[in-house]
């Protein structure tokens, strides 16, 4: 008779253990939920009001869908009066770079668009500037470094320490060329050349078509330097010191009302990104901004690919 009791007061304490977990974890999913929907709706962007759209443009360029839909909805945004970029970019390929200049001209078509240089905006990061009607950087910013570079690596002399030997049989001598398992022919480095003076030429055009500059004066810029802010004023490749706020004076300048706000535009996000980097930091040790550092510390140019225009002190060359 005890043992049958004693089996009642097991189940009965089952249960209530059972129902605590699930209250426990209902509450949590709950909570989850409302966070995430706070941050996203925190974040989203208040298009009801006039204002002046601001949008940050930083860390290494790539064909980025959600900037140029972003820049798009701007665009179209009957509210936005005018746009601010903020530029912090040491540059990155060539396709990217162009696929935002030419959203950032659309859209400076219909709306006057000023571009505000941070610490950085180099290579494809300064074509993107270029894509506005007014540039101001910082005395100390660093802009400039136009060009193109094409990069891959060579480890032939590493597989002939290994004793690896590579067979390839190929339609003609410059498929696939250059190739980094043997040393580059003479023909596939004349190719890759005349690829890279190409584009060189493109984005000196680019520059000439956008500045108050001959192309005889682009061209003496456009040997890979970069200048300070205040040196870019003088040759003309930025037109005024400052930040945001001389950013907004120009635009202010053309007609927009000084009492409007500058908003940013940020890149949409889902509940999944919120709550993903919190179980990170929480439960593996990972800073919340770990993608972020990563970026800072220029891993993700490793994996640049095609002809690239970006810049970056020799001291950490990755891609240059």
């Known amino acids: 008779m005890s043992t049958r009791a004693d089996e009642l007061i097991d189940r009965r304490r089952l249960r209530r253990k059972l129902t605590f977990w699930r209250v426990v974890a209902f509450a949590v999913i709950v909570l989850a939920i409302a966070f995430a929907t706070r941050q996203i709706m925190g974040s989203a962007v208040d298009v009801s009001a006039s204002h002046i759209a601001q949008v940050k443009i930083s860390g290494t360029i790539f064909e980025d869908d959600e900037l140029l839909e972003r ?88 597989m002939d320490k290994l004793g690896v030997k590579l067979e390839e049989i190929k339609s003609s001598p410059l498929k696939a060329e250059p190739s980094p398992f043997k040393p580059t022919s003479d023909e596939a480095r004349a190719m890759i050349r005349a690829m890279i003076l190409d584009s060189y030429d493109w984005f000196v055009d680019l520059v000439t078509e956008r500045r108050p500059l001959s192309r005889e004066e682009v061209l003496t810029l456009a040997d890979g330097s970069v200048f300070t802010g205040r040196q870019a004023l003088e040759n003309k490749l930025v037109d005024g010191l400052g930040g945001e706020r001389e950013a907004k004076e120009w635009l202010v300048s053309k007609g927009l009302s000084d009492d409007l706000n500058v908003v940013e535009w940020k890149k949409r996000e889902t509940a999944g990104s919120f709550i993903l980097p919190q179980i990170a930091s929480r439960f593996l040790g990972v800073p919340e901004g770990g993608a972020d550092i990563l970026r800072e510390l220029g891993a993700d140019r490793i994996f640049l690919d095609g002809l690239l225009s970006v810049w970056q002190p020799e001291m950490n060359r990755l891609t240059d």
């Open 71 to 158: 820049l798009q909805r701007i665009r179209e945004a009957p509210s936005v009066k005018g746009v601010i970029l903020t530029i912090d970019s040491p540059g990155g390929t060539t396709a990217g770079g162009e696929a935002i200049y030419e959203e950032v001209r659309r859209l400076a078509s219909e709306k006057p668009v000023a571009a505000q240089v941070g610490t950085l905006a180099a290579s494809a990061g300064y074509m993107i500037a270029s894509a506005t009607d007014h540039i101001v950087a910082r005395q100390s910013s660093i802009v400039g470094s136009i060009g193109v570079l094409f990069q891959y690596p060579d480890v032939s002399g590493l």
